[in-house]
């Protein structure tokens, strides 16, 4: 995709690098998730239905939908598998799934494990967004609500943390055993 570029090296969607960079992230998303496709679809291609069809097909493309990702947000259009497998133990139909990219997938596993990072760093729900538009070039899908829900999460995991019964536990007594057993054994 082609771009105009300011003078100071700008686009209107921001840095020239940080375009490419995220065109590449794409692009090579895309051949990955079509390779992933074409592989499982060759594996399968012995499965045949009584009227010797295959079971696992392509087809067609799901609609676009925006990842956001650590080069920033990224629109995939993912490949379609129709997969009349049935799962002769449950009777259900089997479903291709991409292990690259799940169908609830929306953002990598990365942008979620700085969101804790920047809490601890003391960053408060409201400047979440601000923060992240600033690396990723949007608010990679957050508002302040799920900021706050995570926060809050968090906070109680702190204090379940802080309140656990130690009473079967002696670290303290265990240390001191040791040391008292090193000086007699010193003496």
Same mark, same amino acid.
């Given at each position: 995709?082609?771009?105009?570029?300011? #003078?100071?090296?700008?686009?209107?969607?921001?840095?020239? =690098?940080?375009?490419?960079? *995220? #065109?590449?992230?794409?692009?090579?998303?895309?051949?990955?998730?079509?390779? #992933?496709?074409?592989? +499982?679809?060759?594996?399968?291609?012995?499965?045949?239905? #009584?009227? +010797?069809?295959?079971?696992?097909?392509?087809?067609?493309?799901?609609?676009?939908?925006?990842?956001?990702? %650590? %080069?920033?947000? =990224?629109?995939?259009?993912?490949? *379609?598998?129709?997969?009349? *497998?049935?799962?002769? %133990?449950?009777?259900?139909?089997?479903?291709?799934?991409? /292990?690259? $990219? &799940?169908?609830?997938?929306? /953002?990598?596993? /990365?942008? @979620?494990?700085?969101?804790? $990072?920047?809490?601890?760093?003391?960053?408060?729900?409201?400047?979440?967004? &601000?923060? $992240?538009?600033?690396?990723?070039?949007? !608010?990679?899908?957050? @508002?302040?609500? &799920?900021?706050?829900?995570?926060? /809050?999460?968090?906070?109680?995991?702190?204090? %379940?943390?802080?309140?656990?019964?130690?009473?079967?536990?002696?670290?303290?007594? *265990?240390?001191? !055993?040791?040391?008292?057993?090193?000086?007699?054994? !010193?003496?």
């Amino acid at each position: 995709m082609l771009s105009v570029v300011n #003078e100071d090296g700008t686009t209107s969607t921001g840095s020239l =690098i940080d375009e490419i960079v *995220r #065109e590449g992230a794409r692009r090579m998303l895309a051949a990955a998730l079509e390779a #992933e496709v074409d592989q +499982c679809i060759a594996e399968l291609a012995a499965e045949r239905d #009584e009227r +010797c069809r295959r079971l696992v097909v392509r087809n067609g493309h799901h609609r676009p939908r925006t990842v956001t990702t %650590a %080069a920033g947000p =990224i629109e995939v259009r993912a490949p *379609r598998v129709d997969d009349r *497998r049935v799962n002769e %133990a449950t009777g259900e139909r089997q479903r291709f799934s991409s /292990k690259i $990219l &799940p169908l609830w997938c929306r /953002k990598s596993p /990365k942008i @979620s494990e700085v969101l804790p $990072l920047l809490y601890l760093h003391g960053l408060s729900g409201g400047d979440f967004v &601000p923060a $992240l538009e600033q690396f990723l070039g949007s !608010s990679a899908g957050l @508002s302040a609500a &799920p900021v706050n829900r995570l926060t /809050k999460q968090w906070q109680d995991d702190h204090a %379940a943390f802080q309140n656990r019964d130690l009473s079967d536990s002696d670290y303290a007594g *265990r240390e001191r !055993s040791q040391v008292v057993g090193l000086i007699r054994s !010193s003496a």
